[in-house]
């Protein structure tokens, strides 16, 4: 079999289950495991797969026929252009968190900062800013034990285990003694209810834990409000991403901790998606 006729088979396999991606996750796939970029494929359309490459080929297609999304099937996801491993017990990082980052990025460039990254996930959110602020150092908190494993495997691919430091934890138990530059935070912010309209990629393999905000989306959203008045330093920024249609109301609870915002940037369905706010009375 070429390499024509085995996308073409395994899009089609994909289309019948109303993927829409089809062709596209036939591609990313096959590269993949063939160690090749996509355009290699494209221009070798005729060359022949081998039966053992077909085999891994057949079952990761099967795999996404089943709605498992391809960066966990691949074992990773591309984040500002860096490769992050990911698993079930992390979220798959998005595009839309980017915007977060170029924000902080313009306030921070050159500078040396301590960071803290509330509900870390990946480490992709605390990595990437420290990838791009070399004097920083940071930490990464998060309640699932997987999760701060492949965080810390990220650490090490990225050679930042020198400058990042993963932990176990709630946000409770955050010690007040410790103060930080900066705290971001991308915290589960969906309201228990619209969980069900999620795509089934969603809700039948990322981690509803690292997605469930509560009734109002703002559970995990309003404990780190209120932990980070008592952490931040003087002069210090929350950066947080939320939910859709949340942001009236993420302001008013910012503004009721002594909050102000100083930036919020939209995501490209022209929604508020990230907030950047300093405490009026840091100490």
Request: with cysteine; proline share 2%; glycine share 4%.
């Amino acid at each position: 079999m070429n390499l024509e006729i085995a996308i073409k088979k395994a899009s089609n396999i994909l289309k019948s289950k109303n993927i829409h991606s089809h062709e596209l996750d036939a591609q990313v796939i096959l590269s993949d495991i063939m160690g090749v970029e996509r355009e290699y494929l494209i221009a070798n359309d005729e060359k022949k797969i081998s039966k053992k490459i077909i085999r891994k080929y057949i079952s990761a297609i099967r795999r996404r026929k089943n709605r498992e999304p391809v960066a966990y099937i691949l074992g990773k996801k591309e984040f500002w252009s860096y490769d992050f491993l990911v698993n079930s017990n992390t979220l798959v990082p998005r595009v839309e968190t980017e915007l977060l980052i170029y924000k902080i990025i313009n306030f921070y460039r050159n500078k040396k900062i301590k960071i803290l990254d509330i509900g870390t996930g990946s480490g992709c959110i605390l990595l990437t800013i420290l990838k791009e602020l070399p004097l920083s150092e940071g930490v990464g908190i998060d309640i699932s034990s997987g999760a701060i494993e492949i965080a810390k495997l990220n650490s090490k691919n990225l050679s930042l285990e020198s400058r990042s430091n993963f932990k176990i934890s709630d946000i409770d138990k955050c010690n007040n003694s410790l103060k930080y530059d900066l705290i971001v935070s991308n915290p589960p912010y969906i309201p228990t209810a619209n969980i069900k309209n999620l795509s089934k990629d969603i809700t039948k393999y990322e981690p509803l834990i690292a997605l469930d905000g509560g009734i109002d989306g703002l559970d995990l959203i309003k404990k780190v409000i209120y932990k980070s008045s008592h952490l931040l330093k003087r002069n210090g920024l929350l950066a947080l991403e939320i939910g859709y249609n949340q942001y009236r109301e993420v302001l008013r609870l910012l503004e009721k901790s002594k909050f102000k915002e100083i930036c919020k940037e939209y995501d490209y369905n022209s929604n508020v998606r990230c907030i950047i706010s300093t405490k009026l009375d840091n100490y």
